[in-house]
């Protein structure tokens, strides 16, 4: 069974960082995309900063500048480094992977059951 873990999340005052990390577990064959999403009180799950499939970053506009996020394969885990923090940043921050499981499967996309940011003096 695979499962996507983030850690990292918490309470910070704003001009604050925290440094989130998902961690694949599991028995898998490969990681493709990988994506931080988050999701406000009464507001849509929106990505924040990921990579896609070829290896290419993306960032939400509203997080650029400020986030910056990374991967180590080898380790199939993924992280998220939020630096200059806003109360608007305040969400629960999911982890998403595209993974193979079996030869000859298609990627799968997975989630993880999101870790709690709270932006506040």
């Known amino acids: 069974q695979v499962q996507l873990v983030e850690s990292g999340g918490g309470l910070v005052q704003p001009g604050g960082s925290l440094r989130l990390s998902c961690s694949v577990a599991?028995?898998?064959?490969?990681?493709?995309?990988m994506a931080w999403h988050r999701q406000a009180p009464g507001k849509e799950r929106e990505l924040v900063a990921g990579f896609t499939k070829g290896g290419e970053i993306k960032y939400a506009d509203s997080v650029k500048g400020r986030f910056t996020v990374s991967r180590d394969n080898a380790k199939s885990t993924l992280y998220l480094q939020m630096d200059m923090l806003k109360p608007e940043d305040a969400a629960v921050y999911y982890c998403?992977?595209?993974?193979?499981?079996?030869?000859?499967?298609?990627?799968?996309?997975?989630w993880g059951k999101g870790t709690q940011v709270t932006v506040s003096s």
């Open positions: 998403n992977a595209d993974i193979t499981t079996r030869t000859g499967w298609q990627p799968a996309p997975y």
């Open positions: 599991g028995s898998i064959l490969g990681v493709y995309a």
